[in-house]
């Protein structure tokens, strides 16, 4: 059984920072990309930022230069550094994992945390 646990988030001003952090625990084979994507109040789920296995990295346009993704492979672990927040970034930040389950496919499957509140104020 594949499980995400986040942490981090909560309530911050404008023009702070949060850091997210997201583990991946239990049987797998490798994790292929990590994510973070998130919800407002009556909004669709939106993509803010995703890594690939080589490390490269893709980011929202409206997050770009101010939020950051990395991930420690070594520990499973994807984080979401997001700097100069504004209240538009208020929402439940969700992280994804796009994972390979056995060595002998290319398969993955996609699981999901639990989700974190940011609030960001003004």
């Known amino acids: 059984q594949v499980q995400l646990v986040q942490s981090g988030g909560g309530l911050v001003q404008a023009g702070g920072s949060l850091r997210l952090s997201c583990a991946a625990s239990?049987?797998?084979?490798?994790?292929?990309?990590m994510g973070w994507y998130r919800q407002a109040p009556g909004k669709q789920r939106e993509l803010v930022a995703v890594?690939?296995?080589?490390?490269?990295?893709n980011y929202a346009d409206s997050v770009k230069g101010r939020f950051t993704i990395s991930r420690d492979n070594a520990k499973n672990t994807v984080f979401l550094q997001m700097n100069s927040l504004k209240p538009e970034d208020t929402a439940v930040y969700y992280c994804?994992?796009?994972?390979?389950?056995?060595?002998?496919?290319?398969?993955?499957?996609?699981?999901w945390g639990q989700g974190t509140q940011v609030t960001v104020s003004s």
């Open positions: 890594i690939i296995s080589n490390n490269s990295t």
């Open positions: 994804n994992a796009e994972i390979i389950l056995y060595a002998w496919t290319r398969n993955t499957r996609s699981y």
């Open positions: 239990g049987s797998f084979f490798s994790i292929n990309a």
